[in-house]
């Protein structure tokens, strides 16, 4: 037996678990929050030193402040998936960000993307096959 035939009702077809938070160090919680606003995060609260920020199934972006420099073209944490990269290129170069074009590798399209503190992201397509997640 599997925790989600324990857990989910037989009409719930997503996994029972799913990441809560993910945490980014900024030196500026306000430029780092106003990009992930930009990219379609929703808002959830934000201070100086602190932000929260959901992403598609309710996991959270944790931005602190560090005073400590982020050398730039650093590797974020994680990546970011998209429905669509081709549309989600073409609309973050309308909104003035510059990304890479757009690669294809063994299993995703993907494009980078340089974020706050010059962090370089990796915006991949969904592998979710359709699936709700």
């Excluded at 073209?73 to 990304?99: H, I, K, Q, Y």
Aim: net charge negative; no cysteine.
């Amino acid at each position: 037996m599997q925790l989600k035939e324990t857990i989910t009702k037989e009409t719930d077809n997503r996994p029972p678990v799913a990441i809560a938070h993910v945490k980014l160090t900024v030196t500026d919680v306000s430029i780092a929050t106003d990009f992930f606003l930009k990219l379609g995060l929703r808002h959830v609260t934000h201070s100086e030193e602190f932000a929260v920020l959901e992403l598609r199934g309710g996991t959270h972006l944790v931005l602190r402040k560090t005073k400590e420099a982020i050398a730039p073209g650093t590797n974020a944490p994680f990546d970011l998936m998209v429905d669509d990269v081709f549309v989600t290129r073409d609309a973050l170069s309308e909104l003035g960000f510059t990304p890479s074009e757009i690669e294809t590798g063994r299993v995703h399209k993907s494009f980078t993307l340089s974020g706050p503190d010059g962090y370089l992201f990796t915006l991949t397509s969904s592998h979710t096959g359709g699936r709700v997640v």
